[in-house]
């Protein structure tokens, strides 16, 4: 079942999605939104690249996809003056256990990422984009086509972009819903048509990206964000925020929520702020634990997010990550440990069996929590789990090796009774599920 979205409105400009629907989302409907005013000015008037990019690190806008890197900065790694092809990629391959935000983007406000893609390539002189559309929502991609479509026919995408000499050709792609994609190296040897397996690094994409040449990816809530802060200036958007964490940023809630779905709120605004907003705990159950960012962040206890701030720097400050900004609510009622065994199984099936450490190492994680939710563990799984886990973080090409370990470790770190406790009376410390 889709979750419902739900949106703080700041003002009628002022957030990516508010007040959207599902039968708004037309070229027509984004226009008397302000949709593609900044593009046109910027054509019209040649707006320096340096200055978009200089506006883009004013606005303190990082990375919507899961690592946080500083966008104005990607932008200003493109080469110069390299001639010849250079290439934009959104990266809408949403694999994330607990995200579901970009495709709510795509189906409400496409032409917000349409327009943000051409931006980016005008301030970095790029003239071809794809956006990599994860293939288990094919509704979305078709609906991507049509506004693609919409902006060739209205001259916003294409040669000689409204008159100008600036072109740029964009084309959707989809995937087919393999979790190494969302890893922007394995997405670009997906878009050549090869095995999406990681690349290694250097060189790095800016300088060998799709197909041998420069490229820039960045996720589709970033895009969105960045028309935003082309027409209302960076400063604007980082005063939603904090400093180091400007503006607003789109959280998906799941799990034991009253109303789970996407919100809209400012960086910096409380955990229980956003509790609040999805109806609060279901049947008014404590809060036990919580997953700030998605599946491969380090879980946190309850109390601890309750006293947590939802942005990049207060998430870490509490011991996790902000990630994707998929918030896992878990009341008292889930058993840890059977909690991580479902996520030690997806990291073990999703594997790409590139690097020896996460092929061979996740298959080990599942197979002890296994064991030990199954009342056959042994009190000295507890320590192999950390070493396993130890031995993969950092030892991979790509991180999908640290996002199957660290929840392991977090899982350890704050639940250890619970662990234990399956060791020494061979069932679960909690109650059945509801």
């Keep these: 079942m889709n979750a419902p979205v739900e949106f703080l409105d700041y003002g009628p400009d002022a957030v990516l999605m508010a007040g959207l629907t599902g039968s708004n989302w037309r070229l027509k ?11 046109r000015k910027i054509v019209a008037e040649r707006t320096p690249p340096e200055q978009i990019i200089a506006e883009m690190k004013k606005s303190a806008l990082r990375g919507r996809g899961g690592a946080g890197f500083p966008t104005g900065l990607k932008w200003s790694f493109m080469p110069k003056n390299y001639v010849g092809d250079k290439y934009v990629v959104c990266n809408s391959d949403e694999g994330e256990p607990g ?46 086509e049509e506004a693609v479509e919409e902006a060739y026919a209205a001259g916003l995408l294409g040669a000689n972009i409204l008159g100008s000499d600036f072109s740029f050709h964009l084309h959707n792609h989809h995937g087919f819903g393999a979790y190494i994609c969302g890893e922007e190296t394995a997405l670009l040897e997906s878009i050549e048509g090869k095995k999406g397996q990681p690349r290694f690094k250097p060189p790095f994409p800016a300088s060998f990206g799709v197909y041998g040449k420069p490229t820039t990816i960045n996720n589709t809530e970033t895009f969105a964000a960045a028309a935003w802060i082309a027409r209302n200036g960076g400063e604007a958007f980082l005063n939603l925020g904090r400093p180091n964490n400007g503006g607003t940023k789109i959280f998906s809630v799941s799990g034991d929520v009253a109303r789970p779905g996407n919100f809209e709120v400012k960086l910096g605004t409380p955990f229980a702020t956003l509790l609040e907003m999805a109806g609060g705990m279901r049947d008014g159950r404590p809060l036990k634990a919580c997953i700030p960012g998605g599946s ?7 109390e601890v997010m309750l006293q947590t701030d939802m942005d990049y720097d207060s998430i870490a400050k509490a011991g996790s990550m902000l990630g994707s900004g998929a918030v896992i609510v878990m009341n008292d009622t889930r058993c840890m440990v059977r ?36 009342g056959e563990g042994r009190m000295e799984d507890l320590d192999v789990l950390n070493s396993v886990s130890d031995n993969i973080i950092g030892r991979t090409i790509c991180a999908l090796g640290d996002a199957a370990a660290m929840p392991v470790k977090s899982f350890i770190k704050h639940f250890r009774d619970e662990f234990a406790y399956h060791v020494e009376h061979k069932k679960c410390l909690v109650a059945p599920y509801l």
Excluded at 353 to 366: A, F, I, N
Aim: net charge negative; glycine share 12%; hydrophobic share 35%.
């Design 296 to 302: 491969s962040m380090p879980v946190l206890p309850g």
């Design 339 to 374: 909690s991580l065994l479902r996520l030690s199984y997806f990291y073990f099936e999703e594997s790409c069996g590139q690097c020896t450490p996460c092929r061979e190492g996740t298959g080990w994680l599942w197979r002890m929590v296994h064991r030990i939710e199954h």
């Design 29 to 39: 409907d984004y226009q008397v939104r302000g949709g593609y005013e900044a593009l």
């Design 99 to 144: 995200t579901f935000k970009d495709r709510d983007i795509l189906r409400y406000n496409p032409h917000a990422v349409i327009e943000g893609m051409a931006i980016g390539a005008y301030a970095m002189g790029a003239n071809r984009g794809y956006n990599y559309i994860h293939g288990e929502i094919w509704d979305t991609y078709l609906r991507c």
